[in-house]
């Protein structure tokens, strides 16, 4: 896309002729991490029995708007759970309370029993609500690391998705409550054996597997490119269309399914991929 690399390249040099330092960033969430202006953060306390060590766990995150991050942390002994609120718009509000209600953020272990799982796996189910007490177009960023994710639920709205490392099935959607999405992102060298869909109202998806595993590959756009690239593997049945991919990748029926109302959609398979990072992540610092 000429335009859109033109326009980016003409913001830069502008930053270097005034002098900008760009600041550090790590592979976990640059846009998340340096540019968001945040009102304060909000303490976060898991209650119920944490599982014991070796025990399966499944997450299930509910924002109300925001961010969300997952990131799997295997030196890690129990997950941690960091929130911030988003002023809107980035600006001071002189009409936003100045604590929080106690449910403004809830997260708790949920014995397999009382999920109604079908497997041994605890849950951590995180819920975020905003009254009407905040201003209109508030929102959470969540940051969430566990020691181990057998599985994933992500719903958020307006902001983007990051989920590193996890295993099990995955399904993140993003908007389908009030319509503004945001961008999904999604890179585990776990082998790809369980379903994933990542889907999103608006927002480019971007997914980078290991080379261990195999599946079906649904993607899907109405606005912008889809594009699979493994040179791991054997690729079948492969039908690319003008806005959607279709093809079977090592023989396999677990199905890979990535949707977007607006941007394009681009699944890798690579190496260490949960420390590849996209050569144009480090734009999401003035584009996300």
Wanted: glycine residues 10%.
């Amino acid at each position: 896309m000429p335009i859109r690399l033109a326009s980016r390249c003409a913001v830069l040099t502008l930053l270097a002729s005034l002098g900008c330092v760009l600041p550090a960033c790590t592979h976990t969430d640059i846009a998340h991490e340096s540019f968001h202006r945040r009102e304060r953060t909000i303490a976060v306390e898991i209650s119920g029995d944490s599982p014991e060590v070796g025990v399966p766990i499944a997450v299930d995150v509910h924002n109300h708007a925001g961010s969300v991050i997952v990131e799997v942390d295997d030196a890690l002994d129990a997950p941690e759970i960091k929130a911030a609120l988003l002023r809107p718009d980035h600006k001071p509000r002189a009409d936003m309370p100045e604590t929080d209600p106690e449910d403004a953020i809830t997260a708790s272990f949920i014995p397999a029993s009382d999920a109604g799982a079908p497997t041994s796996a605890s849950t951590l189910r995180i819920v975020t609500s905003l009254g009407d007490d905040y201003p209109r177009g508030s929102k959470i960023a969540l940051r969430v690391r566990v020691p181990r994710c057998d599985g994933l639920s992500v719903v958020n709205n307006g902001g983007p998705i990051v989920i590193l490392g996890t295993d099990g099935a995955v399904t993140a959607q993003n908007g389908v409550v009030t319509g503004e999405g945001g961008r999904i992102e999604y890179r585990t060298s776990k082998p790809f054996r369980d379903p994933v869909a990542l889907i999103t109202t608006s927002g480019r998806i971007s997914a980078v597997i290991g080379p261990g595993g195999a599946g079906q590959l649904e993607l899907d756009t109405e606005q912008g490119q889809c594009f699979f690239n493994s040179s791991y593997g054997l690729q079948t049945d492969v039908a690319p269309g003008p806005r959607s991919y279709r093809g079977t990748w090592n023989g396999g029926r677990t199905p890979f399914v990535a949707r977007s109302g607006d941007g394009d959609i681009t699944v890798m398979v690579k190496p260490d991929a949960e420390q590849y990072s996209t050569a144009d992540d480090w734009m999401a610092l003035f584009f996300d």
